[in-house]
């Protein structure tokens, strides 16, 4: 099955800068890789996702890059902004004969003043 | 407008206790999820159902029974309640698209249990 790992767990970024969250997998198959934000005791939300047959994606602030052949992909986030504190998860899809979301273990970003 | 839902929010019992948590959805998709979320927020997908089928049953214990009257609703039972079974549930669905792979997942609000 597949394995996510993620870091860092803990990222404290003063507002304004930008955050790096960087995660790899284990399974060549996955062709999905969704990032969520959950912010304390939420649920957690969609925020960007990256399909295989493409390197990067942007959204705003937002941005997730892919790298198939070392199989990690990064969330980047510009100009962080206090309300950009949450936990952020990775995940990919197992592409087995049920599609299984396998998340990371999560980042805690705090963005300080 | 609610799309994904949950009952109850919150649930508190004693051990050994049987419980039941509730999802809905309004989004019209064919497959639902339950998710684990423990103290340490690692999300860990439970069981899965397309269609009313079962499709994913990782390895949980058996005293966790889902069960999907209709595709848009999967309930989650528990029987004698432990100490351990103390997170928060969370339902999600999404829509299967062509390939037979499903789309984005759209999580409900998530029942928090406690076990005492």
Known sequence: GENVEQHPSTLSVQEGDSAVIKCTYSDSASNYFPWYKQELGKRPQLI????SNVGEKKDQRIAVTLNKTAKHFSLHITETQPEDSA????????????SKL???????????? | ???VSQTPKYLVTQ?????SI????NLGHDTMYWYKQDSKKFLKIMFSYNN???????????RFSPKSPDKAHLN???????????AVYFCASSQLVSGGVADTQYFGPGTRLTVL
């Open chain 1, 87 to 98: 936990v952020y998860f990775c995940a990919a899809r197992y592409t087995g004969t049920a």
């Open chain 1, 102 to 113: 396998t998340f990371g273990t999560g980042t805690r970003l705090q963005v300080t003043l």
């Open chain 2, 15 to 19: 051990m050994g206790n049987d419980k």
């Open chain 2, 1 to 3: 407008d609610t799309a």
């Open chain 2, 52 to 62: 009313k089928e079962l499709i994913i049953n990782e390895t949980v214990p058996n």
């Open chain 2, 76 to 86: 989650l039972h528990i029987n004698s309640l432990e100490l351990g079974d103390s």
């Open chain 2, 22 to 25: 509730k999802c809905e959805q």
């Open chain 1, 48 to 51: 960007i996702d990256i399909r």
